[in-house]
C-alpha cells in the first residue's frame, strides 16, 4: 500500500454490508469542509473494496484485489467505490496475485 492508502479488515461482514460502510466513507469524505491555509479545498476518496467467499483466503491476494478495485477507482473517475472479490479470480490468477504481492 502506498503512502496515502489504508486497510481496514471487516471480518464476519457481508459483500453489500463493506459496499455500504465504505460508500458511508466516501459520502462523508466528500462532504466534509476542507480548508488548507484558510482556503476552502474540494477533496474527496476512491475506495477499493475486496471480499473472498473463502474463509481461508490468501490476505496478500485479497490486498492485492483491492488495490487494483482502487485503481479501477481512480481510473473510472474518483471519489467512488469499486468492488473486486478473489472469487473472481481464477486459481492461478489468485495464486499469481500472491506471488506479486510476496
Same mark, same amino acid.
Given at each position: 500500500?502506498?503512502?496515502?492508502?489504508?486497510?481496514?479488515? /471487516?471480518?464476519?461482514?457481508?459483500?453489500?454490508?463493506? %459496499?455500504? /460502510?465504505?460508500?458511508? /466513507? @466516501?459520502?462523508?469524505?466528500?462532504?466534509?469542509?476542507?480548508?488548507?491555509?484558510? @482556503?476552502? %479545498?474540494? =477533496?474527496?476518496?476512491?475506495?477499493?473494496?475486496? +471480499?473472498?467467499?473463502?474463509?481461508?483466503?490468501?490476505?496478500?491476494? /485479497?490486498? +492485492?484485489?483491492?488495490? #487494483?478495485?482502487?485503481? *479501477?477507482?481512480?481510473?473510472?473517475? *474518483?471519489? @467512488?467505490?469499486?468492488?473486486? +472479490?478473489?472469487? #473472481?479470480?481464477?486459481?492461478?490468477? @489468485?495464486? =499469481?496475485?500472491? #506471488?506479486?504481492?510476496?
Amino acid at each position: 500500500m502506498g503512502g496515502e492508502e489504508f486497510a481496514s479488515l /471487516l471480518p464476519d461482514t457481508t459483500r453489500q454490508d463493506a %459496499i455500504w /460502510l465504505a460508500e458511508r /466513507l @466516501r459520502a462523508a469524505f466528500e462532504a466534509t469542509c476542507h480548508t488548507a491555509a484558510e @482556503r476552502p %479545498i474540494t =477533496a474527496t476518496v476512491s475506495v477499493g473494496v475486496a +471480499t473472498s467467499d473463502d474463509a481461508s483466503f490468501d490476505l496478500s491476494a /485479497l490486498l +492485492t484485489a483491492a488495490d #487494483q478495485a482502487l485503481y *479501477r477507482a481512480k481510473a473510472l473517475g *474518483r471519489n @467512488r467505490v469499486e468492488l473486486s +472479490t478473489l472469487s #473472481q479470480q481464477s486459481p492461478s490468477a @489468485r495464486q =499469481a496475485s500472491s #506471488q506479486a504481492a510476496a
